[in-house]
């Protein structure tokens, strides 16, 4: 069955770095776009990023992350990865990675078919 792991949240402060892992199982990554979403405590889930299954992997984030974060892929290693620096009070939230429905379409927030349980990212000093 199909089955996403997320690991590497962890409690950071201000300016600091985490890389975030997603290990997937039961199908084959590259040939799915993939994304992660979060969800900040009293707010709804929101979009991070997304990254193609594509030819040179086209990437999309929502613009509050741009340029801090970045998406990328090891489909050898099943694995989908989320690389946030310079990271802000406002980044604490559970991140969810999810195998997207199609594809990216141009967008950091598309639609989920599968989703693991999260990782929580707290920063705080």
């Known amino acids: 069955q199909v089955q996403l792991v997320e690991s590497g949240g962890d409690l950071v402060q201000p300016g600091g770095s985490l890389r975030l892992s997603c290990s997937v199982s039961?199908?084959?990554?590259?040939?799915?776009?993939m994304g992660w979403f979060r969800q900040a405590p009293g707010k709804e889930r929101d979009g991070v990023s997304c990254i193609s299954n594509g030819p040179g992997s086209a990437k999309y984030y929502t613009p509050s992350v741009k340029g801090r974060f970045t998406i990328f892929r090891d489909n050898a290693k099943n694995t989908v990865y989320l690389q946030m620096d310079s990271l802000k009070p406002e980044d604490t939230a559970i991140y969810y990675c999810?195998?997207?429905?199609?594809?990216?379409?141009?967008?950091?927030?598309?639609?989920?078919?599968?989703w693991g349980q999260g990782t929580q990212v707290t920063v705080s000093s």
């Open positions: 039961g199908f084959t990554l590259e040939r799915y776009a």
């Open positions: 999810g195998r997207v429905r199609g594809y990216c379409g141009s967008t950091y927030y598309p639609d989920y078919d599968y």
